[in-house]
């Protein structure tokens, strides 16, 4: 597995699927690289640098366990996270993250969301 670390590599994943979860939301596009590679971000409204920085531990931990045996290959896996996603517990966002990725392999994403 490999770290986005590229603004470009969000953007792109940002036009695939999208499964949005109470505490976070997970993006999938496919990659040139074919590579399975993932990306964390959690913006500012979320909290102060502690609470941010403590999600995403959240989220590395999640992803390093589930994203192996689950993810899926040749495709970029990106997390952002929702307000409340840090308050929530550990084996719940392990069960949404699961149930997002078996979506996200189904081809079943969220409806687009609305411009402004």
């Given at each position: 597995?490999?770290?986005?670390?590229?603004?470009?590599?969000?953007?792109?994943?940002?036009?695939?699927?999208?499964?949005?979860?109470?505490?976070?939301?997970?993006?999938?596009?496919?990659?040139?690289?074919?590579?399975?590679?993932?990306?964390?971000?959690?913006?500012?409204?979320?909290?102060?640098?502690?609470?941010?920085?403590?999600?995403?531990?959240r989220f590395r931990a999640l992803l390093r366990e589930l994203l192996?045996?689950?993810?899926?290959?040749?495709?970029?896996?990106?997390?952002?996270?929702?307000?409340?996603?840090?308050?929530?517990?550990?084996?719940?966002?392990?069960?949404?993250?699961?149930?997002?990725?078996?979506?996200?392999?189904?081809?079943?994403?969220?409806?687009?969301?609305?411009?402004?």
């Amino acid at each position: 597995m490999t770290v986005l670390q590229k603004r470009a590599d969000f953007l792109a994943a940002n036009r695939g699927l999208r499964v949005a979860r109470p505490g976070f939301v997970l993006l999938v596009n496919p990659n040139t690289a074919d590579k399975l590679r993932f990306g964390i971000t959690v913006t500012k409204k979320i909290g102060n640098a502690v609470v941010r920085n403590r999600m995403k531990r959240r989220f590395r931990a999640l992803l390093r366990e589930l994203l192996s045996e689950r993810g899926l290959s040749a495709h970029d896996h990106v997390l952002i996270g929702r307000d409340g996603g840090v308050e929530r517990d550990y084996a719940k966002l392990r069960e949404e993250l699961t149930a997002a990725l078996t979506r996200a392999a189904q081809g079943k994403g969220d409806p687009p969301r609305r411009r402004k």
